[in-house]
């Protein structure tokens, strides 16, 4: 079917999925999750099938999918599968027609995008995140709800930007860093810098 969506990850992050491809008209095919102890479980009435499938059932034909998983590396893992990555937006997410947004990519309930942000691959963007102008987020960002990007901020792959986190006008957050909850970034965070607070500080290597 055309508007079928196979759907790999059946933990808790896998319900907004789900729950996202559904309120955008998309029927879930069915869900893969490596727990073999899942199988058989429901999550919003569409059943946990198996685990991951092998490459070539992927290449054997055209197969939309999603990944379905928060944890930024191992979403990054799983999306090696040369599967054909969906899109999944929520109907209630205000998207500018002017943003791009790569495969694979999560737009949740309650989610506004300004114009010419540009967003990645497999990134997230949780509920209620607001993204304003001329923003760069890359492949495999995870924004928790809440977040706020102000206008040209630039967030380089594999970033985790915590719950109702601010970040100001212009700030470049490197690659694999992560981001307190609730913090307020001010200025630039380097490469797999951990940082919280308000304003944002970096913490220690103890």
């Known amino acids: 079917m055309k508007n079928e969506v196979w759907v790999l990850g059946g933990g808790g992050h896998a319900k907004v999925v789900v729950a996202t491809l559904q309120s955008a008209g998309k029927t879930v095919a069915g869900i893969y999750d490596d727990d073999p102890s899942k199988r058989g479980n429901l999550i919003l009435n569409t059943k946990i099938v198996g685990t991951t499938?092998?490459?070539?059932?992927?290449?054997?034909?055209?197969?939309?999918?999603?990944?379905?998983?928060?944890?930024?590396?191992?979403?990054?893992?799983?999306?090696?599968?040369?599967?054909?990555?969906?899109?999944?937006?929520?109907?209630?997410?205000?998207?500018?027609?002017s943003v791009r947004v790569g495969a694979g990519t999560l737009i949740?309930?309650?989610?506004?995008?300004?114009?010419?942000?540009?967003?990645?691959?497999?990134?997230?963007?949780?509920?209620?995140?607001?993204?304003?102008?001329?923003?760069?987020?890359?492949?495999?960002?995870?924004?928790?709800?809440?977040?706020?990007?102000?206008?040209?901020?630039?967030?380089?792959?594999g970033v985790f930007v915590g719950a109702g986190s601010t970040i100001l006008p212009g700030v470049k957050i490197g690659a694999r860093a992560i981001i307190g909850a609730g913090s307020v970034v001010l200025h630039d965070v380097e490469p797999a810098a951990k940082v919280v607070g308000v304003p944002a500080r970096k913490l220690s290597n103890d």
């Open 53 to 97: 499938p092998a490459q070539d059932w992927w290449q054997a034909e055209a197969r939309p999918a999603f990944v379905a998983i928060g944890d930024n590396r191992v979403r990054q893992r799983v999306s090696a599968l040369s599967a054909e990555w969906a899109v999944a937006q929520h109907e209630a997410a205000s998207v500018h027609p």
């Open 108 to 157: 949740c309930a309650g989610v506004v995008i300004q114009p010419d942000a540009h967003i990645g691959q497999h990134v997230i963007a949780n509920t209620s995140c607001s993204i304003d102008h001329d923003c760069v987020v890359q492949d495999f960002v995870h924004l928790a709800p809440g977040v706020t990007l102000a206008g040209e901020v630039h967030i380089d792959e």
